[in-house]
């Protein structure tokens, strides 16, 4: 798959469709542990979520991911349900204790042939295969052995990549390095509410390092099996910081999350090094002459052909000291532990008057827009992709098992109008996927959490296409924006 910018001149259209520019991508995601299943079969061991979710009162209900949506048996049912949406391209991810059970040495044939067939069977229907390495289900015995916050685990993830880029490469032209390190190191590092449910926050930004210099090796073991046509990506949850008011204290709060949510990403991935302000609020947890080794920021900072962009919900934050607004938890979980090392006494605020979504995150199309634009004039010369983008809301199926989400519908509309707008103010966005392509396991909330624009029945495995899924499908073949409020189930 090689992204090419979309022509952005005016094209003809109907009075009641606002188009998108020609070569826009058209996509739907999902992760390996929340929709694969199989947790043990064909030679594949536990990944940390599978310990996490096995672990009781660590994820709602008790659920676990050993079934989940049972794409790993369907998977070829699921791809022609992508046909029949009319989805361009499908960014899914790779078990990496399917692949490497151990997380080192030789690569079991058995986990590799999973993701041969689904990549033939994509390609076969017409559908992009787009794949990430690594969606937060790290082999249970590298950590075991001390997982991210050790240096070793960033050159068995160099390894891993090799494995890939080898086995599919000739097959999958889009590659993502990592989903969301920032979930990764500080979710499961600092604050414990994802696996591996540790509440160190030293540990958390040792693992921010080596999640960075994984990143960073892989693009380079990955180029070296890779066709010169293919690109590669990382992807990333920024957040789009606002702080409460336009107090200095309030600037300064927005500042430090800025540093610990984004900057310690793009700065070394996009800029070769690591901003001072975080390293000076950071500095008492640790050491980062001695954490950060001669010759890593050229490592990681070696360039990305795409920049994959997830958003959700703007991160609006005050010092506790300014009182206003709606204090919440900073929306990943509820934790006597902040997952931000060095930023700890901040507040965080809902956006007031807007609508809400079931995980309580405000919807708000206006922070995509702000996001891609800040991005955009940051890195002027890095194509984005919108590689994560959704809600999730109480569907149930009415008496004749249809599902109507006109909450989504909205929340969809909204954002692909706010990327439209972005596009047209100069930001190079190739693309959007939709999160989530089907309902699946949504880490520590287990299955009370539906994104899917398909409703799965976990009891019978029976697939629904919403009406969001038959409203995104129009969209695509439009290739344009409905008039808002129009449901095209």
């Given at each position: 798959?090689?992204?090419?910018?979309?022509?952005?001149?005016?094209?003809?259209?109907?009075?009641?469709?606002?188009?998108?520019?020609?070569?826009?991508?058209?996509?739907?995601?999902?992760?390996?542990?929340?929709?694969?299943?199989?947790?043990?079969?064909?030679?594949?061991?536990?990944?940390?979520?599978?310990?996490?979710?096995?672990?009781?009162?660590?994820?709602?209900?008790?659920?676990?991911?050993?079934?989940?949506?049972?794409?790993?048996?369907?998977?070829?049912?699921?791809?022609?349900?992508?046909?029949?949406?009319?989805?361009?391209?499908?960014?899914?991810?790779?078990?990496?204790?399917?692949?490497?059970?151990?997380?080192?040495?030789?690569?079991?044939?058995?986990?590799?042939?999973?993701?041969?067939?689904?990549?033939?069977?994509?390609?076969?229907?017409?559908?992009?295969?787009?794949?990430?390495?690594?969606?937060?289900?790290?082999?249970?015995?590298?950590?075991?052995?001390?997982?991210?916050?050790?240096?070793?685990?960033?050159?068995?993830?160099?390894?891993?990549?090799?494995?890939m880029g080898r086995a599919l490469g000739d097959r999958v032209g889009l590659?993502?390095?990592?989903?969301?390190?920032?979930?990764?190191?500080?979710?499961?590092?600092?604050?414990?509410?994802?696996?591996?449910?540790?509440?160190?926050?030293?540990?958390?930004?040792?693992?921010?390092?080596?999640?960075?210099?994984?990143?960073?090796?892989?693009?380079?073991?990955?180029?070296?099996?890779?066709?010169?046509?293919?690109?590669?990506?990382?992807?990333?949850?920024?957040?789009?910081?606002?702080?409460?008011?336009?107090?200095?204290?309030?600037?300064?709060?927005?500042?430090?999350?800025?540093?610990?949510?984004?900057?310690?990403?793009?700065?070394?991935?996009?800029?070769?090094?690591?901003?001072?302000?975080?390293?000076?609020?950071?500095e008492r947890l640790v050491d980062w002459s001695a954490l950060v080794h001669?010759?890593?920021?050229?490592?990681?900072?070696?360039?990305?052909?795409?920049?994959?962009?997830?958003?959700?919900?703007?991160?609006?934050?005050?010092?506790?000291?300014?009182?206003?607004?709606?204090?919440?938890?900073?929306?990943?979980?509820?934790?006597?532990?902040?997952?931000?090392?060095?930023?700890?006494?901040?507040?965080?605020?809902?956006?007031?008057?807007?609508?809400?979504?079931?995980?309580?995150?405000?919807?708000?199309?206006?922070?995509?827009?702000?996001?891609?634009?800040?991005?955009?004039?940051?890195?002027?010369?890095?194509?984005?992709?919108?590689?994560?983008?959704?809600?999730?809301?109480?569907?149930?199926?009415?008496?004749?098992?249809?599902?109507?989400?006109?909450?989504?519908?909205?929340?969809?509309?909204?954002?692909?109008a706010a990327v439209q707008r972005a596009v047209q103010d100069g930001a190079?966005?190739?693309?959007?996927?939709?999160?989530?392509?089907?309902?699946?396991?949504?880490?520590?909330?287990?299955?009370?959490?539906?994104?899917?624009?398909?409703?799965?029945?976990?009891?019978?495995?029976?697939?629904?296409?919403?009406?969001?899924?038959?409203?995104?499908?129009?969209?695509?073949?439009?290739?344009?924006?409905?008039?808002?409020?129009?449901?095209?189930?």
């Amino acid at each position: 798959m090689t992204l090419v910018r979309p022509d952005t001149a005016p094209r003809q259209a109907s009075p009641a469709a606002t188009p998108f520019p020609a070569g826009f991508v058209w996509g739907a995601a999902t992760a390996a542990y929340q929709v694969e299943g199989a947790a043990a079969e064909n030679g594949r061991t536990p990944s940390i979520w599978d310990t996490f979710s096995h672990t009781p009162g660590k994820v709602l209900g008790g659920d676990t991911g050993d079934v989940a949506a049972d794409h790993f048996h369907r998977y070829r049912d699921d791809v022609a349900l992508m046909k029949r949406l009319g989805l361009k391209a499908y960014r899914f991810s790779v078990s990496w204790s399917r692949v490497q059970p151990t997380g080192r040495g030789p690569a079991v044939e058995r986990g590799l042939d999973f993701y041969r067939g689904l990549v033939d069977e994509l390609l076969e229907a017409g559908i992009t295969p787009v794949a990430t390495l690594y969606h937060w289900d790290l082999p249970q015995e590298l950590e075991d052995a001390g997982g991210w916050p050790e240096r070793a685990t960033a050159e068995r993830f160099a390894d891993y990549a090799a494995i890939m880029g080898r086995a599919l490469g000739d097959r999958v032209g889009l590659w993502t390095t990592l989903n969301e390190p920032w979930c990764t190191a500080f979710l499961g590092y600092a604050s414990g509410v994802h696996a591996p449910g540790r509440t160190e926050p030293a540990a958390a930004l040792r693992a921010a390092h080596h999640l960075n210099l994984a990143h960073g090796r892989a693009i380079e073991a990955l180029r070296g099996h890779l066709p010169a046509a293919a690109q590669t990506s990382v992807t990333l949850n920024l957040h789009q910081v606002r702080p409460l008011t336009g107090s200095e204290a309030d600037a300064d709060a927005a500042r430090r999350i800025d540093a610990v949510g984004n900057r310690i990403f793009t700065g070394p991935m996009l800029r070769g090094a690591y901003p001072a302000d975080l390293l000076a609020d950071t500095e008492r947890l640790v050491d980062w002459s001695a954490l950060v080794h001669d010759g890593d920021l050229a490592e990681i900072s070696r360039p990305v052909d795409v920049l994959g962009v997830n958003y959700y919900t703007p991160t609006i934050v005050s010092t506790p000291s300014s009182g206003a607004g709606d204090t919440r938890d900073d929306g990943h979980g509820n934790s006597d532990h902040s997952p931000w090392p060095g930023s700890e006494h901040v507040a965080f605020h809902l956006a007031e008057g807007k609508p809400r979504t079931a995980m309580n995150w405000a919807v708000d199309p206006d922070g995509l827009h702000a996001l891609l634009m800040d991005v955009s004039r940051e890195h002027p010369d890095l194509p984005l992709m919108v590689t994560e983008n959704g809600a999730a809301f109480d569907d149930v199926p009415d008496a004749d098992g249809r599902v109507h989400d006109p909450e989504r519908i909205a929340y969809l509309h909204g954002h692909l109008a706010a990327v439209q707008r972005a596009v047209q103010d100069g930001a190079d966005v190739r693309g959007y996927f939709l999160w989530s392509l089907m309902d699946n396991f949504e880490w520590s909330y287990g299955y009370s959490k539906r994104f899917g624009a398909v409703y799965v029945d976990y009891g019978t495995q029976r697939r629904t296409p919403k009406a969001s899924a038959h409203w995104y499908s129009d969209v695509i073949a439009r290739h344009a924006l409905p008039p808002a409020g129009e449901d095209a189930s």
